[in-house]
Protein backbone atom coordinates (compact mmCIF):
# COMPACT_ATOMS: atom_id res chain seq x y z
CA UNK A 1 0.00 0.00 0.00
CA UNK A 2 3.00 2.67 0.89
CA UNK A 3 4.45 1.85 -2.23
CA UNK A 4 1.06 2.62 -4.63
CA UNK A 5 0.55 5.68 -2.52
CA UNK A 6 4.85 6.30 -3.30
CA UNK A 7 4.43 6.04 -6.58
CA UNK A 8 0.52 7.96 -6.95
CA UNK A 9 2.61 11.12 -5.55
CA UNK A 10 5.69 10.24 -8.16
CA UNK A 11 3.18 10.02 -11.07
CA UNK A 12 1.53 13.70 -9.40
CA UNK A 13 4.72 15.07 -8.59
CA UNK A 14 5.82 14.32 -12.28
CA UNK A 15 2.80 16.14 -13.98
CA UNK A 16 3.60 19.25 -12.11
CA UNK A 17 6.58 19.90 -12.64
CA UNK A 18 6.19 18.78 -16.34
CA UNK A 19 3.03 21.73 -16.78
CA UNK A 20 5.54 23.79 -14.86
CA UNK A 21 8.76 23.04 -15.35
CA UNK A 22 10.58 20.70 -18.82
CA UNK A 23 12.39 18.71 -16.55
CA UNK A 24 14.17 15.52 -17.96
CA UNK A 25 13.03 12.14 -16.46
CA UNK A 26 16.21 11.65 -14.79
CA UNK A 27 15.80 14.88 -13.00
CA UNK A 28 12.37 14.26 -12.15
CA UNK A 29 13.29 10.82 -10.70
CA UNK A 30 15.93 11.54 -8.47
CA UNK A 31 14.32 13.75 -5.71
CA UNK A 32 11.75 11.07 -5.57
CA UNK A 33 14.73 8.35 -5.49
CA UNK A 34 16.18 10.22 -2.41
CA UNK A 35 12.77 10.74 -0.52
CA UNK A 36 12.55 6.99 -0.82
CA UNK A 37 15.97 6.70 0.33
CA UNK A 38 17.07 4.69 -2.84
CA UNK A 39 20.09 6.25 -3.53
CA UNK A 40 23.25 6.92 -2.71
CA UNK A 41 25.35 10.24 -1.99
CA UNK A 42 28.48 9.94 -4.72
CA UNK A 43 29.71 14.30 -3.81
CA UNK A 44 29.53 17.51 -5.52
CA UNK A 45 31.68 18.33 -9.14
CA UNK A 46 32.04 21.57 -10.77
CA UNK A 47 30.15 21.59 -13.80
CA UNK A 48 31.07 25.37 -14.57
CA UNK A 49 33.84 27.49 -14.01
CA UNK A 50 35.24 31.10 -15.05
CA UNK A 51 38.79 32.11 -14.41
CA UNK A 52 39.10 29.26 -11.75
CA UNK A 53 35.77 30.11 -10.10
CA UNK A 54 33.22 27.33 -9.88
CA UNK A 55 29.92 29.33 -10.98
CA UNK A 56 28.16 25.71 -10.71
CA UNK A 57 27.98 22.31 -8.65
CA UNK A 58 26.39 19.53 -9.50
CA UNK A 59 25.59 16.44 -6.69
CA UNK A 60 26.16 13.13 -8.20
CA UNK A 61 23.89 10.07 -6.85
CA UNK A 62 23.54 6.91 -7.39
CA UNK A 63 19.73 5.67 -7.47
CA UNK A 64 18.38 1.98 -6.72
CA UNK A 65 15.06 0.25 -7.46
CA UNK A 66 14.16 0.30 -3.59
CA UNK A 67 15.72 1.13 0.11
CA UNK A 68 16.70 -2.55 0.39
CA UNK A 69 18.68 -3.02 -2.87
CA UNK A 70 20.71 0.40 -1.97
CA UNK A 71 21.33 -0.34 1.66
CA UNK A 72 22.78 -3.76 0.05
CA UNK A 73 25.01 -2.12 -2.17
CA UNK A 74 26.07 0.30 -0.01
CA UNK A 75 27.13 -2.82 1.97
CA UNK A 76 28.90 -4.71 -0.87
CA UNK A 77 30.62 -2.04 -2.16
CA UNK A 78 32.42 -1.84 1.67
CA UNK A 79 33.39 -5.15 1.16
CA UNK A 80 37.18 -5.23 -0.01
CA UNK A 81 37.56 -8.71 -1.42
CA UNK A 82 34.58 -7.01 -4.51
CA UNK A 83 37.13 -4.59 -5.50
CA UNK A 84 33.94 -1.80 -6.25
CA UNK A 85 34.74 1.71 -6.36
CA UNK A 86 31.70 4.38 -6.33
CA UNK A 87 34.17 6.03 -8.37
CA UNK A 88 33.96 9.89 -8.79
CA UNK A 89 31.12 12.69 -8.68
CA UNK A 90 32.00 13.78 -12.14
CA UNK A 91 31.79 10.06 -13.40
CA UNK A 92 30.07 8.03 -11.05
CA UNK A 93 29.92 3.60 -10.78
CA UNK A 94 26.80 2.63 -10.30
CA UNK A 95 26.80 -0.72 -11.42
CA UNK A 96 25.30 -3.66 -9.81
CA UNK A 97 26.49 -6.81 -9.08
CA UNK A 98 26.86 -9.51 -11.94
CA UNK A 99 25.46 -13.14 -11.11
CA UNK A 100 29.32 -14.39 -11.28
CA UNK A 101 30.00 -11.93 -8.26
CA UNK A 102 27.30 -12.88 -5.98
CA UNK A 103 29.13 -15.82 -4.42
CA UNK A 104 32.17 -13.41 -3.49
CA UNK A 105 29.90 -11.50 -1.44
CA UNK A 106 30.57 -12.31 2.53
CA UNK A 107 26.37 -12.14 2.93
CA UNK A 108 27.59 -12.32 7.10
CA UNK A 109 28.82 -8.99 6.57
CA UNK A 110 26.11 -7.19 5.05
CA UNK A 111 24.24 -5.36 7.52
CA UNK A 112 20.92 -4.68 7.25
CA UNK A 113 19.64 -3.17 10.47
CA UNK A 114 19.22 0.18 8.52
CA UNK A 115 16.36 -1.96 6.12
CA UNK A 116 14.81 -3.34 9.46
CA UNK A 117 15.20 0.55 10.73
CA UNK A 118 12.92 1.74 7.71
CA UNK A 119 10.02 -1.25 8.22
CA UNK A 120 9.74 -0.26 11.92
CA UNK A 121 9.68 3.08 10.94
CA UNK A 122 6.61 3.14 8.39
CA UNK A 123 5.04 0.57 10.26
CA UNK A 124 5.53 -2.49 7.81
CA UNK A 125 8.13 -4.80 10.11
CA UNK A 126 5.79 -7.26 11.58
CA UNK A 127 7.17 -9.41 15.31
CA UNK A 128 7.81 -12.46 15.24
CA UNK A 129 4.78 -13.68 17.36
CA UNK A 130 2.46 -12.08 15.14
CA UNK A 131 3.63 -13.68 11.99
CA UNK A 132 2.21 -17.06 11.08
CA UNK A 133 1.40 -18.84 7.72
CA UNK A 134 -1.97 -17.85 7.55
CA UNK A 135 -0.93 -14.07 8.13
CA UNK A 136 1.59 -14.71 5.34
CA UNK A 137 -0.10 -16.80 2.54
CA UNK A 138 -3.48 -17.61 4.15
CA UNK A 139 -6.51 -16.38 5.15
CA UNK A 140 -4.83 -13.08 7.27
CA UNK A 141 -2.69 -12.20 3.86
CA UNK A 142 -3.23 -8.95 1.68
CA UNK A 143 -3.36 -11.59 -0.74
CA UNK A 144 -7.07 -12.79 0.50
CA UNK A 145 -8.62 -10.76 -2.01
CA UNK A 146 -12.20 -13.10 -1.93
CA UNK A 147 -14.62 -12.13 0.52
CA UNK A 148 -16.52 -15.49 -0.05
CA UNK A 149 -13.84 -17.95 -0.10
CA UNK A 150 -10.67 -17.98 2.57
CA UNK A 151 -7.64 -18.29 0.90
CA UNK A 152 -5.79 -21.55 1.66
CA UNK A 153 -2.24 -20.96 2.86
CA UNK A 154 0.76 -22.72 1.34
CA UNK A 155 0.71 -25.91 3.52
CA UNK A 156 -3.23 -26.69 2.74
CA UNK A 157 -2.33 -25.85 -1.34
CA UNK A 158 0.90 -28.20 -1.47
CA UNK A 159 -1.09 -30.84 0.53
CA UNK A 160 -3.84 -30.04 -1.94
CA UNK A 161 -1.57 -30.44 -5.06
CA UNK A 162 0.53 -33.28 -3.86
CA UNK A 163 -2.46 -35.37 -2.83
CA UNK A 164 -2.37 -38.17 -5.98
CA UNK A 165 0.76 -37.82 -6.35
CA UNK A 166 3.15 -41.48 -6.42
CA UNK A 167 6.34 -40.38 -4.76
CA UNK A 168 7.89 -43.34 -4.51
CA UNK A 169 6.80 -44.32 -8.32
CA UNK A 170 8.31 -40.81 -9.43
CA UNK A 171 11.68 -41.67 -7.78
CA UNK A 172 11.62 -45.23 -8.88
CA UNK A 173 10.63 -44.01 -12.29
CA UNK A 174 13.63 -41.18 -12.00
CA UNK A 175 16.22 -43.59 -11.06
CA UNK A 176 15.65 -46.37 -13.74
CA UNK A 177 15.92 -43.21 -16.15
CA UNK A 178 18.97 -41.96 -14.83
CA UNK A 179 21.03 -45.51 -14.71
CA UNK A 180 19.27 -46.66 -18.10
CA UNK A 181 21.19 -43.25 -18.94
CA UNK A 182 24.53 -43.96 -17.71
CA UNK A 183 24.63 -47.62 -18.78
CA UNK A 184 27.07 -47.70 -21.64
CA UNK A 185 27.09 -50.97 -23.90
CA UNK A 186 30.84 -52.98 -23.21
CA UNK A 187 33.09 -53.16 -25.98
CA UNK A 188 33.96 -56.29 -27.91
Known amino acids: MYVYYAYLAYVVFNLLVNVIYKCTPDELSLPMKRELLST ?102 ILNYSTTTPRPNVLETTIDRSSGVNADQIRSDAYQDAWSQTQTPKQK
Open 40 to 141: HYIGTYCTSKVLGVCLETKRSYCEFNSPLSQIMMEQIYKQPQMGLSWGTPKHPNCTGLAISQLNKVDWDKVDLSEWIGILIKTGNFAESKNVTIDSLTGSGS
